[in-house]
């Protein structure tokens, strides 16, 4: 019999992180373990809704913001003590994560920068991103007082528009149980940041950008410098919040879904697993083409060695900045080998991927890495999907469109597919996101701002996705076949490698016609090998007992205190499990 544990859950505050952490917790419960649930306050709704105990990180804003007023300096700033002088942003003494190229200090870029905000806002966009919207059957909306010159919405107004969802979803949830005593609650929720919001803000202000090749945007990284490092700052915050939660909760076991190494965790004795809901190239460094390119794995090498020389020339302020910041807190600096996105546990580490998309028949798997077939969660609504009544009575093929809570904001690019889909024979349901007011649908499509995903999946033939880590592993597994229109990140990676697989056909996002399109639709839909090859794959997932492979790891590293694979018997016994 399983002894039952204390499992304390987080993850940074993004909505894919959240989901993944959502959909492993439920399989720790179905095991019999307790599990408490620590994220950003936002969250709160959202995970009372599944029945988990929630406590809210204490990550308030308002407390840098009154240092700032006091005239403090912030993280990474020079100010009192020897923890504040380390953790100064100005150029690193210790240099183990440099080149022998010239460093640029994170402050000189910062100011530097701070005048190309309109360079960095006049990204090239190519023509082909505009020019059949004239054609388009979708009327455009006339009020476009929030929208910039190429049609994409500013990040004011998103925040907005995401705040107004955020409580029409919350007054609309089921009330629980409040959460125990242990609980860590905000004083003043009115002004709690809603979900996913600093995130979605940020990628906003980017979407120009998404439309350069991966070699351009690593030239143009020395702009994004200030973003970045005020985004490292934001999650610096997450150390001691969770510090709090730890001493409050006492579990028996962390799992966690962050991007980032945090020194509570590393100087912590209770022993914490690293869940890594991204794509996994990364973990396969130096043995495929750079994370976050898209580029084939069977590209050329000089490709990768171009992309890496820009991207890892611009990363050294940052790393710095996040060194200067590990440092600070006790524990040691990433060396120039390690990437900073992964924040490895000495325990235990899992990323869920499906097998037939994994890299481990190029390379193989690295050390203390296990991979887990899928963390499907379980549906926001228990209702079952009812087709919508527009769609209900009209002929052809049911198809799914999203690009995830992030992509949709791209207006140009969310009226451009919907113009195209217009043209097809068959009906649409559309993902519409927290800009919905300002896109009309054709009769052959029915959305909403917020839509069911998981519920919706089982029911349709084929699914148009950004390639986000979720949604491609959930249409994987209910068996459907993808069309990938990826934005950023590791939806570049995603992309070609279900491409490479053949479960799906990769566009170019930003400069496809109206034919690239079309036709993958319908080759995708009448592809009956293609249909075989994903029901067998869909059975694979569903069977899989990866799941119960990663619980046993946990649990033997909670009876062990330290990692089961110091004893490469149980290690290797449990992995070839899988």
Not at 216 to 242: C, G, H, I, T
Not at 419 to 441: D, M, N, T
Request: aromatic share 8%; with cysteine; hydrophobic share 35%.
């Amino acid at each position: 019999m399983v002894q039952k544990l204390k499992i304390l859950c987080s993850a940074m505050d993004s909505l894919g992180h959240v989901n993944a952490i959502l959909g492993f917790a439920k399989i720790l419960e179905q095991r019999g373990h307790q599990v408490i649930i620590a994220l950003a306050p936002g969250w709160k709704s959202a995970i009372e809704k599944h029945n988990f105990e929630f406590i809210p990180l204490k990550l308030d804003s308002s407390v840098k913001e009154e240092k700032e007023v006091k005239g403090e300096k912030k993280v990474g700033d020079e100010s009192n003590g020897k923890d504040e002088e380390a953790n100064s942003v100005e150029k690193v003494e210790d240099k183990s994560n440099s080149n022998d190229s010239k460093i640029v200090d994170a402050k000189s870029v910062n100011e530097s920068t701070v005048t190309k905000d309109e360079k960095n806002s006049e990204l090239p966009v190519t023509e082909s991103d505009t020019k059949d919207e004239e054609k388009s059957p979708v009327k455009k909306e006339e009020d476009k007082s929030n929208l910039n010159d190429s049609g994409i919405a500013d990040s004011e107004s998103v925040n907005e528009s995401l705040a107004t969802e955020s409580e029409n979803e919350s007054s609309a949830s089921e009330s629980v149980n409040e959460p125990s005593a242990t609980e860590t609650e905000t004083k003043d929720t009115k002004n709690v940041e809603q979900p996913n919001q600093k995130l979605i803000g940020m990628i906003n202000s980017q979407l120009k950008g998404f439309r350069l090749k991966p070699v351009d945007n690593a030239r143009n990284s020395a702009l994004k410098v200030p973003m970045w490092l005020d985004w490292y700052e934001k999650q610096f915050a997450f150390d001691d919040a969770l510090q709090e939660v730890m001493d409050a909760v006492k579990p028996d076991m962390i799992v966690i879904d962050f991007m980032l190494r945090l020194p509570c965790l590393e100087k912590s004795s209770i022993p914490w697993a690293q869940l890594w809901s991204c794509n996994p190239i990364m973990l396969y460094n130096g043995h495929c083409p750079p994370a976050t390119t898209g580029y084939p794995t069977d590209s050329p090498r000089e490709l990768w060695d171009e992309y890496k020389a820009f991207k890892d020339q611009g990363d050294i302020p940052i790393a710095e900045y996040i060194n200067k910041w590990l440092i600070s807190r006790g524990v040691r600096p990433y060396t120039k080998d390690e990437i900073y996105h992964i924040g490895e546990s000495k325990y235990l580490n899992f990323y869920t991927y499906p097998s037939i998309l994994d890299y481990n028949d190029i390379a193989p798997r690295p050390a203390k890495w296990v991979r887990m077939d899928a963390t499907v969660r379980e549906p926001d609504d228990a209702t079952p999907f009812v087709i919508p009544e527009k769609l209900a009575g009209k002929p052809g093929a049911l198809i799914y469109f999203s690009l995830g809570t992030m992509g949709c904001v791209d207006l140009e690019l969310m009226r451009r597919v919907i113009s195209v889909c217009a043209k097809s024979p068959h009906r649409f349901i559309v993902s519409k996101g927290p800009l919905h007011e300002q896109i009309e649908l054709p009769d052959n499509m029915w959305g909403e701002s917020y839509v069911n995903q998981i519920a919706i999946l089982p029911h349709v033939d084929l699914v148009i996705t950004h390639a986000g880590n979720n949604t491609l592993t959930e249409s994987l597994y209910f068996g459907k076949p993808v069309i990938l229109m990826p934005l950023f990140f590791d939806q570049l990676d995603n992309a070609q490698r279900a491409h490479e697989k053949g479960v799906g056909i990769r566009i170019d996002t930003y400069n496809f016609q109206d034919s690239d399109l079309l036709d993958a639709i319908e080759k995708l839909l009448n592809d009956e090998p293609l249909k075989e090859k994903l029901a067998a794959i869909s059975a694979s997932l569903k069977a899989s007992t990866s799941k119960e492979t990663v619980c046993k790891l946990i649990e033997k590293t909670v009876a062990l205190g330290k990692s089961p694979f110091d004893d490469d018997q149980v290690a290797n016994n449990q992995v070839e499990s899988e």
